[in-house]
């Protein structure tokens, strides 16, 4: 951001809170609701979160779609989980049932789970299909944003 703040939506809350770049691994809280912005774990969210963090976030948003049948999501679950302890606060992890998603599916393409998406600033960055281990998934978003 220009003026050295990131916008960051609250996990608990949807607002939108301003922080200064160099501020975000101070345990940044929340403006309107006092809760954490990162809590070293990924966001669940319904599409209408997918939205709002997708397009609201100017930092990263990695983005995690499983479905709750599918063995190899349910392997993957904890490994996406350790990833946020890696990437945050630079990066937004999310969890999007594609179950409960149907529409974004769609417009993203989705056929196969578990699938990465990686967005910046709404754009998609990058995506690919296939279970990963925690340093797959970090190393796969570091080289998609040119910071490995």
């Known amino acids: 951001m220009p003026d ?40 669940e ?12 976030n100017t930092i990263p948003v990695l983005v995690d779609v499983w479905a709750p049948w599918c063995g190899p999501c349910r392997m993957m679950g904890p490994m996406f989980e350790r990833a946020a302890h890696t990437l945050e606060p630079s990066v937004r992890l999310l ?9 974004i599916a769609a417009r993203y393409g989705i056929q ?22 925690s340093r797959g998934i970090v190393d796969w978003t570091r080289q998609k944003l040119g910071t490995a």
């Open 4 to 43: 050295g703040k990131e916008h960051v939506v609250c996990p608990a809350c949807q607002k939108i809170n301003r922080v200064a770049a160099a501020k975000l691994g101070d345990q940044p809280k929340c403006g309107v609701c006092g809760a954490q912005l990162f809590q070293n774990r990924p966001v």
């Open 45 to 56: 969210v319904d599409p209408a979160g997918f939205d709002r963090h997708t397009a609201s």
């Open 95 to 103: 969890k999007l049932n594609m179950d409960d998603a149907p529409r």
């Open 112 to 133: 196969a789970v578990p699938t990465l998406m990686l967005l910046k600033g709404g754009e998609l960055i990058a995506q690919e299909a296939g279970a990963r281990d």
